[in-house]
């Protein structure tokens, strides 16, 4: 049987991440492909990562949902939430700011989930930094990844990971 994640856990995490690009940056995102990530290299160099785990007692989601952006993209994005100009901003507030971006889509998708067979509880939001940083998934996971324009005009790309266990499909 193949393993794979459902499109019913995924649309919500692609939803918060569009609503949060939209609405909180002004951007215009579009998505570019959606693959089966099998390298643990990070997309860009700055990334929010939200731990996914199961409420006690509870049968639902573990994992995790991965924010990344190159750093000259985090810095507009940012600027468009702070009203900076993008030269301006210190790298602290940089990384503060992809860990808001990384809080609003995972809040964003639980809120979404919400009276769904999907529950978890998301952790404060872990921001990595660096170049060629890798992430690791515990070998039972499967990790889908989305890839998207933040805006016409501008040649970077964003990624959404979503990290879970998968479900057996027959």
């Not at 579009?30 to 990562?49: C, D, N, Q, S, Y």
């Not at 809040?107 to 509880?121: E, H, I, N, S």
């Not at 890839?147 to 970077?156: K, L, M, Q, V």
């Amino acid at each position: 049987m193949a393993k794979t994640v459902d499109a019913n856990l995924v649309n919500p995490f692609l939803v918060a991440t569009l609503d949060c690009m939209t609405v909180m940056g002004g951007l215009q995102p579009a998505r570019r492909r959606l693959f089966l990530k099998t390298t643990p290299l990070m997309h860009g160099e700055i990334a929010g990562v939200i731990g996914l785990s199961n409420p006690a007692g509870g049968a639902g989601v573990t994992g995790s949902v991965v924010v990344s952006f190159p750093d000259s993209l985090a810095r507009r994005i940012v600027s468009r939430l702070t009203n900076d100009p993008p030269e301006s901003l210190a790298k602290d507030m940089v990384l503060d700011g992809i860990g808001e971006v990384a809080n609003m889509v995972g809040g964003g998708a639980k809120r979404l989930l919400a009276g769904t067979q999907y529950r978890f509880d998301i952790s404060t939001p872990t921001i990595l930094s660096g170049h060629q940083v890798n992430l690791y998934n515990p070998p039972d996971t499967v990790s889908i990844a989305i890839e998207f324009a933040a805006h016409p005009d501008w040649p970077e790309t964003f990624m959404i990971e979503l990290a879970t266990r998968p479900v057996e499909r027959k």
